[in-house]
């Protein structure tokens, strides 16, 4: 599976706007975004999976350029509840397992 | 509630000993998955199943580590001749069968393993 590279640890305010972004290089064409949340003391929950261009769901929306070689999880006016790490992962269909890196470290500030 | 459940929660034992924990998928799943994660990392796969057929296993998991998935419901995780080194958060996940750009795992809450 390809691997991602992303920031260890970010810092937001209430309210604001957070975009963490994913570098995947070595994406291949079959290969899927997919991010994954995760709480302390929890186990990780899907928030979204893209392929190309634009992606938006309840939660979130994820950005993939034409060249895939990156991808941008953004979550509109973060609250404390969205303090977690966030895991981004590529890979390719059918539920093969999971290859997880460090992830990002969100902590929100009131 | 209908989600992954895993037991127990939190399990302390002593260095030499054998552990055993249990996951019970969400229902429908035919496909179900152990993890291992440590303290600031993220989950390293261990081992998945489809119904009762364990389709692979990752080198992590040693010959001290078995699974099974009797009738392909529920599975087991056991660990024999327990380490320190095998103090973890070990997570269970499961999945329906793979569909086209479908990637979505459901975790169960982790059982915490502390060997002392």
């Known amino acids: 599976l390809a691997k991602t590279t992303q920031p260890i640890s970010m810092d937001s305010y209430e309210g604001q706007e957070v975009n963490i972004t994913c570098s995947h290089n070595n994406i291949a064409t079959n290969d899927y975004i997919t991010w994954y949340q995760q709480f302390p003391s929890q186990g990780p929950r899907f928030i979204i999976q893209g392929y190309k261009t634009k992606v938006t769901n309840e939660v979130a929306s994820l950005f993939i350029p034409a060249d895939r070689k990156s991808s941008t999880l953004s979550l509109p006016r973060v609250s404390l509840s969205d303090t977690a790490v966030y895991y981004c992962l590529v890979g390719g269909s059918g539920n093969t397992p999971l290859v997880f890196g460090k992830g990002t470290r969100l902590s929100v500030i009131a | 509630d209908t989600g992954v459940s895993q037991d127990p929660r939190h399990k302390i034992t002593k260095r030499g000993q054998n552990v055993t924990f249990r996951c019970d998928p969400i229902s429908e799943h035919n496909r179900l998955y152990w993890y291992r994660q440590t303290l600031g990392q993220g989950p390293e796969f261990l081992t998945y199943?489809?119904?009762?057929?364990?389709?692979?296993k990752s080198r992590l998991l040693s010959d001290r580590f078995s699974a099974e998935r009797p009738k392909g419901s529920f599975s087991t995780l056991e660990i024999q001749r327990t380490e320190q080194g095998d103090s973890a958060m070990y997570l269970c996940?499961?999945?329906?069968?793979?569909?086209?750009?479908?990637?979505?795992?459901?975790f169960g809450p982790g059982t915490r393993l502390t060997v002392t």
């Open positions: 199943f489809q119904n009762e057929a364990q389709l692979e």
């Open positions: 996940a499961s999945s329906l069968p793979g569909q086209g750009g479908s990637y979505e795992q459901y």
